[in-house]
Nanobody
């Protein structure tokens, strides 16, 4: 069983930065950050898979966000730089065993509750 607890969300002005953290009880091969806004599908923001070496970002955050993992502390991070209003969402940490380009949520069996990020202009 994997438990995931996110923290670090909040309100930030456009152009600012945030560091999201996800404390986990056990890691899986793939760890990811998703985000969700009302009325839209859950979107994969950043994913890393150990066995394949995959490190992937959605186009909208490339060059601005960075995913990293500290296995000594059991924490997954998402560093968010130069945020804009389109980044406003509930950010959710996920752990899973594989990545699917066709259905990104498919390979993730464990989810946190999320941490809200709100960007004001």
């Amino acid at each position: 069983q994997v438990r995931l607890v996110e923290s670090g969300g909040g309100s930030v002005q456009a152009g600012g930065s945030l560091l999201l953290s996800c404390k986990y009880t056990a890691t899986r091969d793939c760890m990811a950050w998703f985000r969700q806004t009302i009325g839209l599908e859950r979107e994969a923001v950043a994913v890393k898979c150990t066995s394949s070496g995959r490190l992937q970002y959605t186009d909208a955050v490339k060059g601005r966000f960075a995913i990293s993992q500290d296995n000594g502390k059991n924490i997954l991070y998402l560093k968010m730089n130069n945020v804009n209003s389109n980044d406003t969402a509930l950010y959710i940490c996920a752990a899973g065993d594989f990545w699917s380009d066709y259905n990104p949520t498919l390979g993730f069996g464990w989810w946190g509750q999320g941490t809200q990020v709100s960007v004001s202009s």
